[in-house]
């Protein structure tokens, strides 16, 4: 026979639980807080927090997206100090299964950004905000066919191997490449997402490759440390370049024609709308598992469209 005592104490606790989870902090935790690109969505949560009564926010990330061990530890800390809800950008898709499973064993919701999970962690989690990484990357394939035909050689500058957008974006690149052309394919080389790191990488790309006809740089500081050894290897604008992300060196790139154009995701957008759906998941309203925030290209063509001036930052 239930207890009563025992009965009303577990319905005491449930409330305190449900309570609690009702309000509070909103953790947004990304790859790393060094990157306007982080910082753009970091922009767009705090404009969706406008919008969500109740709640607090933070933003956090580690030092670089190569740092998982400090991302894993945030995330645990943030499930240790019982905050309302959790956004992340999974610097790993195996890494972070774990914590975001402390996350839903403690009842705390927890949206992805950017990059996905394993399939292992696929009940963890209540919705997945990112731009369609494989149409991405393949649209980056077929503009740079377009412009360079379907033989020579195209470098491939990547930024973390085995990051959820990483497999998608650059596998999708790789393979319509593969598919529809006969160009060969140099690298991929992984920056970290370090801009020096990628600057040096395609430098010596350059100068081992005097033939090379394209390049393809894959994130923010990727593209931007790309297009810098471009312009210094005195390359710019002879070597079909394509890149990722819109940030203001980016956007300059594109000005003056080092780039041929850019890939641009949504990222105020995904901060936006990622603060909103925990909000909706608290207040017990459906969300959809997957929503695709999207992806602009800009060139020089329309850089100063609504379009385009609507994604870049």
Not at 17 to 33: D, L, N, P, R, Y
Request: glycine letters at 8%; aromatic letters at 6%.
């Amino acid at each position: 026979m239930p207890h009563p005592l025992r009965n009303a104490l577990l319905s005491a606790c449930l409330a305190v639980i449900g309570s609690a989870s009702q309000a509070g902090e909103i953790a947004v935790i990304v790859k790393t807080t060094n990157s306007t690109f982080w910082q753009n969505v970091n922009k767009g949560a705090t404009a969706g927090m406008k919008e969500v009564n109740g709640h607090t926010m933070t933003f956090s990330g580690p030092a670089s997206e190569s740092a998982i061990a400090d991302q894993v530890n945030l995330v645990e800390n943030a499930v240790n100090r019982r905050v309302a809800g959790i956004v992340l950008a999974p610097s790993d898709p195996d890494a972070l299964v774990p914590a975001i499973k402390k996350a839903w064993e403690a009842r705390i919701p927890v949206v992805l950004i950017d990059s996905q999970v394993s399939d292992a962690g696929k009940a963890y989690y209540q919705s997945f905000l990112t731009t369609d990484n494989q149409a991405a990357g393949e649209r980056c394939a077929k503009e740079l066919i377009a412009k360079v035909g379907t033989t020579g050689k195209v470098a491939v500058m990547s930024y973390v191997a085995g990051a959820g957008s990483e497999v998608g974006r650059v596998g999708a690149f790789t393979s319509y490449l593969k598919a529809h052309s006969k160009l060969e394919i140099v690298g991929p080389f992984y920056s970290q997402s370090q801009m020096a790191t990628a600057m040096n990488q395609a430098t010596d790309v350059l100068a081992a490759h005097r033939d090379l006809k394209a390049i393809f740089g894959a994130n923010e500081p990727t593209a931007v440390g790309m297009g810098r050894a471009l312009v210094q290897s005195g390359r710019a604008g002879k070597v079909v370049a394509i890149g990722f992300d819109g940030n203001q060196d980016l956007q300059q790139f594109v000005k003056d024609g080092t780039l041929a154009g850019i890939a641009v995701q949504g990222s105020f957008q995904m901060g936006q709308l990622s603060v909103k759906t925990i909000h909706d998941v608290l207040q017990k309203k459906a969300v959809p598992k997957f929503r695709d925030t999207g992806v602009v290209w800009v060139d020089k063509a329309n850089l100063q469209s609504a379009e385009a001036k609507a994604v870049l930052y």
